[in-house]
Structure formats: structure tokens, C-alpha cells
């Protein structure tokens, strides 16, 4: 059974950073790409970012480039997302979601998601 | 970027009957080299992360009730939902993965009648 789990959401002042990770089970990490999406409160889904199932390639939302980083630890079967200078906009539920394969595909499992809130 | 746009925003449908819901984009997903249309549309219910139930815009994910059906090509495509039944309510979106900085649609909220 596939499973994700994200963790690492927490309250974050404006300004701070945050890393936010996305433990895989029940499936061959290294095979597949990964993507996180968010949601703000109330709002629609946002891809934020991707990456490819060896680490590379690497894709941003407008809205996030050059604040965060998208890794991943093959070994460890684990997702990271690294958010910088973070905003008050930022404020969501941040899901990790894996792709049907490796390359462009729809994403077929996700997480349950973490809460990121960024306030003063 | 691509943009996506779903009509309507929300929509009320009796159960039994047919619910549709539009999806627009910015520029065509269709890869001309597979022939493939690179949408997928996902239900997310309160309080659960979304679930992917159409891809390549028509094909079913496994375990999806096949009352949910994808179409259309290029820049236009619908889901359908045959015949609605109450576990149906939900929000509905399309998703395009063609560019690789992908984009979903805004979203659109299936009720009862």
C-alpha cells in the first residue's frame, strides 16, 4: 500500500524558513517523480514544485522560485521542500504528492498534508 | 504557464442526474507525437487531500465508478458524472501536466439540489 506522510508544518514568523518533509512507503522512491501542492485556507489546489525521481529535474511555481528548494533522499525514501523568506501568502496546507511515473504524468497518491502557517 | 479555467465555479445538481463541469486551457495539452491530452481531472471532499479520478482527459483511474467520464481535446474538455449520487458532492479540478511547471483549474463545487 502506498502511503505519504508529510511533516514538519508548524507556525513560522514572516521572514523565517521551514523545511517540510514527505516520508514514501509502499513503492520504489527512486522510480517516480514528486510534486508538492498547496492549499491556502478555503482556497483551490497550487503545484508548488517537482522534481524528478533521480533528483532531477527541478520545477517551480513562480510564486516560489528563489525561495524554495524541492530534494529528495533516495535512500531514505523521503521528500523535502526547504521554504525561505517566508510570506504571509505562503500560509497553506502543503500536500506531497507522487506521479504516476517519471516524467509528466497526473499525481496518483497523496499525502494527508502538513499545515504551514506564516504569521506574525 | 499554462492557465487553466473551469466553468462553472459551482453547480447543483439533483441525484440521478447529470452533472457537467468544463475545463479550459490557456494552450493545447495535446502532444502530437502520442496523441495524448495531458489533463486529468481530481475529486477532493472536506477535509481529505484531492484523489485522482480521470487521466490522458478520459481514462479512468482504477476503483473510479464509471459514471465519471472525461472528454474533449486541444484546449476543451468536460467531466461527467452520469447520474450524481450523494457521495458525489465535492470540489472538482482539472489539472494540466503538459507544461512542466504544471497548473490546476480553480476549481468547481458539486452540490444536491
Known amino acids: 500500500e502506498v502511503q505519504l506522510l508529510e511533516s514538519g508544518g508548524d507556525l513560522v514568523q514572516p521572514g523565517g524558513s521551514l523545511r517540510v518533509s514527505c516520508a514514501a512507503s509502499g513503492i520504489i522512491f527512486s522510480g517516480y517523480a514528486m510534486s508538492w501542492v498547496r492549499q491556502a485556507p478555503g482556497k483551490g489546489l497550487e503545484w508548488v514544485s517537482r522534481i524528478g525521481g533521480s533528483g532531477t529535474p527541478t520545477y517551480y511555481a513562480d510564486s516560489v522560485k528563489g525561495r524554495f528548494t524541492i530534494s529528495r533522499d533516495n535512500s531514505k525514501n523521503t521528500l523535502y521542500l526547504q521554504m525561505n523568506s517566508l510570506r504571509v501568502e505562503d500560509t497553506a496546507v502543503y500536500y506531497c504528492?507522487?506521479?504516476?511515473?517519471?516524467?509528466?504524468?497526473?499525481?496518483?497518491?497523496w499525502g494527508q498534508g502538513t499545515l504551514v502557517t506564516v504569521s506574525s | 504557464d499554462i492557465v487553466m479555467t473551469q466553468s462553472p465555479e459551482s453547480l447543483a445538481v439533483s441525484l440521478g442526474e447529470r452533472a457537467t463541469i468544463n475545463c479550459k486551457s490557456s494552450?493545447?495539452?495535446?502532444?502530437?507525437?502520442?496523441?495524448?491530452?495531458?489533463l486529468a481531472w481530481y475529486q477532493q471532499k472536506p477535509g481529505q487531500p484531492p484523489k485522482l479520478l480521470i487521466y490522458w482527459a478520459s481514462t479512468r483511474e482504477s476503483g473510479v465508478p464509471d459514471r465519471f467520464g472525461g472528454s474533449g481535446s486541444g484546449t476543451d474538455f468536460t467531466l461527467t458524472i452520469s447520474s450524481l449520487q450523494a457521495e458525489d458532492v465535492a470540489v472538482y479540478y482539472c489539472q494540466q501536466y503538459y507544461d512542466p511547471s504544471y497548473s490546476f483549474g480553480q476549481g468547481t463545487k458539486l452540490e444536491i439540489k
Open positions: 504528492a507522487k506521479d504516476l511515473g517519471d516524467g509528466w504524468y497526473p499525481l496518483d497518491y
Open positions: 494552450q493545447s495539452v495535446l502532444y502530437s507525437s502520442n496523441n495524448k491530452n495531458y
